[in-house]
Each structure stands twice: as C-alpha cells, then as structure tokens.
C-alpha cells in the first residue's frame, strides 16, 4: 500500500538519522503528490509547474453551521481525513490519532483540520456538532464537515485520492472509507499521506507538518 512504502521509507530515514527517536524523522523538505499512486515528486517553489494538482474550490459546511471553503485553508497548513460518526470501526481510532494532531498545534493557527463526514445524508451540523463535543474537537482548529455527497466523494476520490483501491473502478454509489490522513500545504496541495491508524505513521506526520510550518 502506498502510504505503507511512504511509512516505511520514514523508518529507513529515521534509523539512518536519528537513531534516539526511532518514531519520526525529521526531514528539511516534503515532495509534492498529484495522482493516485502517490509517487513523490520533488520541486523548489519556483520550479513546481503552474498547474500542478491543486485541491479545487468547495464549500461544506462544519459542525457549529459555518461555511468552510477553499478560502478557509488558504495560507494554512491543512491536515484531511474521512469519516462517519456511526462508524464502529476504524473511525474512532482515527479520531483519536487527529486528536493527538489537533492538541500538538492546538496554539498554532496556521494549522487546521478537515475531517470529512461520508454519510452526509445523516451526519447533519446537530449529530457532528454532539460528536464534536463528545471527541474534545475544538471549534476553529479542527472542522467536522457535511454537505453534498457527491461534492465530498468527488474530493475524496479524485482530489485527495484517499481511497486505496487503486484500479478499481468505483462509481457515485459505491462506499467511501479510508484510514489515511492527507496533509496540504498553504496552496492546497498535497505533501503527504500517513496512516490515521498507526502512532509512528501519525507522529511523522506531526513532523512534517513543522517542516512545512517552517516555510509559511
């Protein structure tokens, strides 16, 4: 799985490098992603072509009935997951992970989260908002978001690629779940991609995030 490689890719890097923190590591600069199978692509910022891919406009709604769009995340550093408040599986750990994430730049506001309800239908602003309160998601840093259903798969699938089903033909109907958590840049783009279930996947995203910080 491709967020497996990329995982594991930090564990050589983190052995090599710093062998007292065997959890992360850190790193100067992240690629850039820009389709499905996530092959790292490495530009300066004067180099990275004019139309490399870019997560589009939208507009979704969050759990206290705001607004979120495009406009929200510009200049910030956005961490992206997806997610349903019935779910009795893998969810709950993921939140838990976010949490971890939400709490280490809980005084930083050039970071937020975006976590994607895929039962929008019956994830309205009330039952997320009664989520929100239950998890400790704190309103501002961190955003539990509903809204078309067709909008929020379309970003899934072929804005975030956050499916791992790669070659596998879903249509509109079919189920959205995935574990990973995406990470995005100020100019909605994306640098990385981590296991939402795994502590060391999600400490090093908490380590690329401060590599990014330091470039805002």
């Known amino acids: 799985m491709r967020q497996l490689v990329i995982w594991m890719t930090a564990l050589v890097l983190t052995s090599c490098n710093s ?11 992240l690629p850039y992603y820009e389709e499905a199978t996530f092959t790292p692509k490495w530009y300066d910022e004067k180099s990275l072509p004019p139309d490399f ?18 406009e929200t995340i510009h200049g910030k550093i956005a961490i992206v997951d997806f997610f349903f408040t019935s779910c009795p599986g893998i969810c709950p750990k993921m939140t838990e992970n976010m949490t971890l994430v ?20 019956f994830d309205n602003t009330a039952i997320l908002n009664e989520y929100a309160e239950k998890k400790g998601v704190i309103a501002g840093k961190w955003h ?8 929020i798969y379309s970003l899934g699938r072929n ?4 499916e791992e089903d790669l070659g596998l033909l879903k249509g509109p109907d ?8 995406i990470l995005l840049d100020g100019n909605r783009q994306i640098r990385g991609i981590y296991n939402g279930l795994n502590k060391t996947s999600v400490n090093q995203l908490i380590e690329d995030v401060k590599t990014l910080r330091q470039s805002l």
């Open 53 to 70: 891919h870019q997560i589009p406009e939208f507009s979704l709604v969050n759990q206290l009935g705001e607004v979120i769009t495009e």
């Open 102 to 121: 939400q709490n280490e730049f809980l005084k930083d506001d050039f970071v937020i989260l975006l976590s994607h309800s895929v039962t929008p239908d």
């Open 159 to 162: 804005a975030y690629f956050a």
């Open 19 to 29: 062998p007292e923190k065997a959890d992360s590591s850190k790193v100067s600069v």
């Open 174 to 181: 079919d189920f959205l779940h995935t574990e990973n958590f």
């Open 144 to 151: 539990l978001l509903t809204g078309d259903r067709s909008e």
